[in-house]
Each structure stands twice: as structure tokens, then as C-alpha cells.
């Protein structure tokens, strides 16, 4: 066995330690002027048939080592499919063991979703007619802000994701909207489009994306805490998206995460708002009630700690926006891990279950929208 380690490819993160017969020491890298870090995506070549072992030593060192205890490493012998690998979690090492069948194998946090694929997929569906397309402004990287905008109904609806480049789920979440809202044929899309105005911006941070970050931009910033006061040498992605907002309003908002820790689909809101109003919760909790009903991926009694009256984090987009605008504004957190209540042995929570999940939020954003109150 001649095994090898790399990961000098978009998004791409690990260092090797030492590599002693079949087991092989790696560490994750820090995301840049940040010490944030638990994301790594890296290729193991010159090992099939071999039994390794894959050991990421500083696991308990990471944002979140709450989250690895019951963590099953993604592993893809062809960058499409990603299955569960066998992985454990002790004495803060997560250790990875396979026998790959090929002497080509990636592993990965979660399934990969590079700035190469978004490019691919942005450039898919500009063509589509309902689609205006626009760079919002470039990061500090020099990457391209994307921003699509759909429909041309009163209600303005803002989707938007990544602002946590390591949660790549959050994109693939984008794709299965994205390309529900752009069937023709779908009935619910088509009444979405002429009742709301749609703005997606599906990768709020392509610096940390393509540099292989957990959760910080190129200047080492946790965008979604930036979003009271964003400025251009530290968060140009915030500044440029809420400009926009500015300029079309808010009336309802979904950004889109990943949660390390949580084995489930939720919802977070904006409880704690100073201006906090019944008419804002209540329709937040429809949505709730519609998602539901709508997809067996989603459930309401496992989430977050609800903010007491006043309390609100306003450098968060979610709090920020609701309070901005009044909107009806959320974040929406899935697993790392699985969902626990429908669980899948092989894939775990996975990039086809975030597509479905962006598809069934469209389908109970459908259900209330005629309830929401839309700028004119």
C-alpha cells in the first residue's frame, strides 16, 4: 500500500500528521484569521482493498465537538455519491474506517458543493426566461455575489444560503428550489411567480467556499453576525445583499443552514425582536404547521433555545430582517448528521433530502401565501 493525501482542490481541507501503515493522522485545517474549523473534504489515493484507518486528531478542538459523538464521515468514490462511512468518535479523535474500492476516494464533513458546481448550476439557470440574473458585487476574493430574481407578484420573498460555507447542504437545498420554481409545469411555482417577487442569492459566501472554511468569510468573518453593520473590508457580501433588500423590502425571508450537533430539520425565528408582533409570529407559525404537514423531514419540537422578549440577536440576518422590515423571517437548520426520526442507513442526511426539503418549502410558502401581507 502506497497511500496519499491530498486536498488542494475547491474546497478542500486537511493536514497530514503521519501516515504509519494502514493508519493515517490528519488534522483540519483552521478557517483563515479565524479559529473556527470542523469542515475538511480531502482524497486518499493508492489504497483500494486495503483496510485504513482515517484518524482527524484535533476533533476536540473544533467550533462544535458536540456535534461528532453519533457522526458518520461522507466518503464517494465519484464525487456524486456520498454514502456513510464507518466512524467513531473517542477521546477527542473521530476516526474513519474503511477498505476503499478504488485507489481513488474522497471523504468529506458533509457532501461537497463546490464553487465549480455553483457555476455550473447558476449558468444552467440564467437561461431559463423567468430568470433576471445579477452580480450583487464581488467579495473580497474577488468572486462574483450571485443573485437571481424570479416571479413578479407584490410579495417580496428573499432566499438565500451559505452564509456558513461548510454547511454545503444549504446549496443543495437552493438546487431543489431553484429548479421546482422554474418548472413550467408546476402549478405551485407558477401561482408563487405571479404572486411574489423571488430573490435568491444561493451562495452568500464563495470565498470560505472555495477555501475550504467552516464558517468565516476571506477576512475571517462569521457573516451572520455582521448583518447590523456590514461593512466592505469585513463583510461586503452582507453589505451588498442588504442593499438590496433595502431597495426591494422584505416581507418574508429564509435563510438556510446546517446544524452540527442536532439530528433534525427545524426552525429558528426571530422571537426576541424589540418590535416583535402577533401577526409576525402567528405566521411564522403557519409555515411551521404547512412544512409539517407538507415533509416528514420536518418537526418542531427539537430546535433551538427561544431569545426572551427584547433579547434578539440583531446582528443575525434572520433577527435583522424581521425587525428591518417586519417580515416573516427564518432560519432553517438540517443535519450533518441524520435525520433521526426518519432515519437512512446509508446516507445519512443527504444532498437529494435537501432538495426535497427546498421544494417542500416552497410548497408551504404556497400554502400561506395568500396570508402574507405584500409591499406595493
Known sequence: MNPSISCAFDGGNIRLVAIEGNRIDLEIVKDHRSNFFQWFYFRLTGAAGEAVELRILNCAESAYPHGWPGYRACMSHDREYWERADTSYEGGILTIRTTPAANSVWFAYFAPYTMERHDDFIASVIAHPAVEYRSLGQTLDGQEIDYLKVGTGPLQVWLYARQHPGETMAEFWMEGAIEKLLDDADPVSRRLRQKATLHIVPNMNPDGSRRGHLRTNAAGINLNREWHDPS?????????????????????????????????????????????????????????????????????????????????????????????????????????????????????????????????????????????????
Open 232 to 376: 466592505p473590508q469585513r463583510s461586503p457580501e452582507v453589505l451588498y445583499v442588504l442593499r438590496q433588500m433595502d431597495k426591494t423590502g422584505v416581507d418574508f425571508a429564509m435563510d438556510v443552514h446546517g446544524d452540527e450537533a442536532i439530528a433534525a430539520n427545524f426552525l429558528a425565528g426571530f422571537e426576541g425582536i424589540p418590535s416583535l408582533t402577533e401577526s409576525q409570529s402567528a405566521l411564522f407559525n403557519r409555515f411551521s404547521e404547512e412544512l409539517v404537514r407538507i415533509s416528514p423531514d420536518f418537526q418542531t419540537e427539537k430546535g433551538y433555545e427561544i431569545p426572551p422578549p427584547g433579547q434578539a440577536n440583531l446582528s443575525m440576518s434572520t433577527a435583522q430582517l424581521a425587525e428591518r422590515f417586519g417580515a416573516v423571517s427564518m432560519t432553517l437548520e438540517m443535519p450533518f448528521k441524520d435525520n433521526d426520526d426518519l432515519p437512512d442507513p446509508a446516507e445519512g442526511w443527504s444532498p437529494d433530502r435537501s432538495r426535497l426539503l427546498g421544494r417542500s418549502c416552497l410548497d408551504a410558502l404556497h400554502a400561506i401565501v395568500d396570508e402574507l401581507p405584500a409591499r406595493r
